[in-house]
């Protein structure tokens, strides 16, 4: 059986959003901020987006995909050039109105998150408007339904760690966005990054932002993701997403 097309909502008529089956939404939200030298600043919104546009794919309802929000909470990327942030407050509030403005559309709606500074608020928002009782909303944070071990390992390359900007993000990046990955910089990065997030002692991070441990921006080594891994690292995201959308549209 073929899979229900998508609704990307950026081009729609409001007649086609109007005439649609829709069975539930995704609204990723992303972020502005450096990932080094080699990634692009938009590299979580891009993310989030493909992981969101693959996750609707995959789906067997109908699903509206939303425009992607680009600018989440990234202070702690402030010392690097081009980082853009907001509050905590102002993304929790922007959220919650712009899922409580989907629930017209639909009663089902899953945040898909691709900034991990933004996971506390994107839970908070939801649950208001959960409980407020306006839709059903969720947030999906793609890299935490993945296991990029089993990724690398399947492109035939060592275990790996997220990292920022490291082998994880840039090989999702070189599958969906090869243009945008400076392969000319990448040792750079990962010779002037840091091999983890943080100055950690006895359970505490020291350290608020980046740049105290981190040089070119960048933690972990991006030369060790290639595309291949990227590709099942989006493969595998767009399941776990479809199955939450089940999961959502069934509670």
């Not at 408007?129 to 935490?144: E, K, L, S």
């Not at 010779?191 to 983890?196: C, L, V």
């Not at 972990?220 to 995201?237: H, Y």
Request: hydrophobic share 45%; proline share 5%.
């Amino acid at each position: 059986m073929a899979r229900a097309p998508s609704v990307d909502l950026a081009s729609a008529t409001w007649t086609d959003v109007r005439d649609a089956d829709v069975d539930a939404a995704v609204l990723p939200v992303g972020s502005t901020e450096q990932h080094g030298p080699h990634a692009p600043l938009g590299t979580d919104a891009f993310h989030a987006q493909s992981v969101a546009e693959a996750g609707a794919a995959a789906h067997d309802g109908e699903v509206v995909v939303a425009p992607t929000v680009p600018v989440g909470i990234a202070e702690e990327h402030r010392a690097f050039d081009g980082t853009l942030w907001v509050s905590p407050a102002t993304l929790r509030e922007y959220v919650d109105e712009v899922v409580r403005s989907l629930a017209d559309v639909t009663d089902v709606v899953v945040v898909v998150n691709g900034h991990g500074g933004n996971v506390v608020a994107l839970r908070e928002a939801t649950a208001g408007v959960t409980r407020d009782g306006d839709c059903y909303a969720v947030p999906f944070t793609w890299f935490d339904s993945v296991d990029s071990d089993a990724a690398a390992r399947e492109a035939g390359v060592d275990s790996v760690e997220m990292g920022h900007g490291g082998p994880v993000e840039t090989a999702l990046l070189r599958h969906t966005h090869p243009g945008l990955v400076r392969e000319d910089r990448t040792e750079r990065a990962r010779d002037e990054g840091a091999p983890s997030w943080g100055e950690w002692v006895a359970g505490v991070n020291l350290a608020y932002d980046a740049v105290e441990f981190t040089e070119s921006g960048a933690v972990g080594d991006p030369t060790a993701g290639p595309a291949e891994m990227g590709k099942t690292l989006l493969d595998t995201a767009g399941a776990a997403l479809a199955e939450v959308l089940t999961a959502a549209r069934e509670r």
